[in-house]
């Protein structure tokens, strides 16, 4: 049987927001696609408390919220470990945790990544816009209020009947170093920068620096050698376009990032590798290394066929 249990928000925590698998079929008028920045966490912990994987998930960046619940449910956390704790007791992650009404849930130091994912089973009660619920943040207009938790807000969700408690292996956990390697392709303009900006740009380090959101992260970088020049006409962009600012510092962007761009794209970020780029914080390293799109695919297949063999 149904019940209906309430997520009191004590605290809202330094930016936590709903998200769901994104916005989908409204670029042309302008609005990002969105959605969860690290989806196969989020799909993780969804399969965790039996819900579809298109369900929404709270996304907890860097600092948690506290939340005081009513009614029993079951919830689980996957991603970056916050230090998730139930009554001030810490509690595994990649597990389906059973709590109670008047428990509370809290989170303390940030012990690995950036971005940790809270799913509760159950129907969301939450207002959607364009058919998503995920958090629009780019509006001066409060057109997804529900989906931006703030100190007193509630989220009310239908739970379902329990379901035996889920196990995500540990062996497949993703880690989250502070240095990560991604595999990129060459943008649209990749040969319009010389050998030496190219060379300076592949295989070395570049921290994340702290102007950096969802919309994408600027590199403490300046291309060596780079000289600019004026700025293409503005084209499409997807999450994962490397874009290089007359100042010559890359800026990759990510789920809340604009429709279209002028700046020249020197390269974008394989699909497969896009959720550990989603888990920087600022002070971390990328390291860019090419590929081809062959290899780009089978990387994009391998990971696909891991989650559905333990997700089935």
């Keep these: 049987m149904d019940n209906k249990v309430i ?39 969804n399969w965790l408390v039996g819900n579809n994987f298109d369900t929404p998930a709270l996304e ?32 595994p992650m990649y597990k ?21 994912y809270l799913a509760i089973r159950g129907k969301w009660m939450v207002k959607k816009w364009l058919n998503s619920y995920s958090a629009f943040l780019l509006s001066e207009k409060d ?9 007193g807000n509630v989220i009310s969700i239908e739970t379902k009947n329990s379901i035996s408690a889920r196990e995500f292996p540990k062996e497949l956990r993703p880690r989250f170093p502070k240095t990560i ?3 990129i392709l060459p943008g649209p303009e990749f ?15 570049h921290s994340v620096t702290a102007d950096s959101n969802r919309m994408g992260y600027r590199l403490e970088t300046q291309l060596e050698g780079f000289e600019p020049k004026q700025e293409v006409i503005s084209s499409g962009i997807v999450k ?19 429709t279209t761009g002028g700046y020249p794209r020197l390269g974008n970020v394989i699909t497969a590798h896009l959720d550990k780029l989603a888990q920087l914080k600022p002070g971390d390293e990328v390291v860019f290394t090419p590929t081809i799109l062959k290899d780009a695919y089978q990387a994009l297949c391998d990971q696909e066929e891991t989650l559905n063999l333990v997700l089935s």
């Design 60 to 91: 907890i960046t860097l600092i948690g919220p506290q939340i005081e619940v009513e009614g029993d449910c079951q919830i689980a956390l996957t991603g970056a470990d916050i230090s998730p704790m139930i009554d001030g007791a810490i509690v």
């Design 96 to 116: 389906t945790l059973s709590i109670n009404s008047g428990s509370k849930l809290s989170f303390g130091p940030l012990k690995s990544g950036c971005r940790a």
């Design 143 to 151: 057109l997804t209020p529900d989906s931006i938790p703030k100190k």
């Design 191 to 205: 040969d319009d920068f010389s050998k030496r900006s190219t060379d300076h740009f592949l295989r070395r380090g």
């Design 240 to 258: 994962g376009t490397i874009q290089i600012t007359n100042s010559g510092q890359p800026i990759i962007l990510m789920s809340d990032a604009q």
């Design 7 to 45: 997520f009191h928000f004590r605290k809202a925590g330094l930016q936590t927001l709903v998200q769901d698998t994104g916005r989908i079929g409204h670029q042309a008028f302008g609005v990002p696609i969105g959605g969860v920045m690290d989806k196969s966490s989020a799909r993780i912990a």
């Design 181 to 183: 390697t991604v595999s």
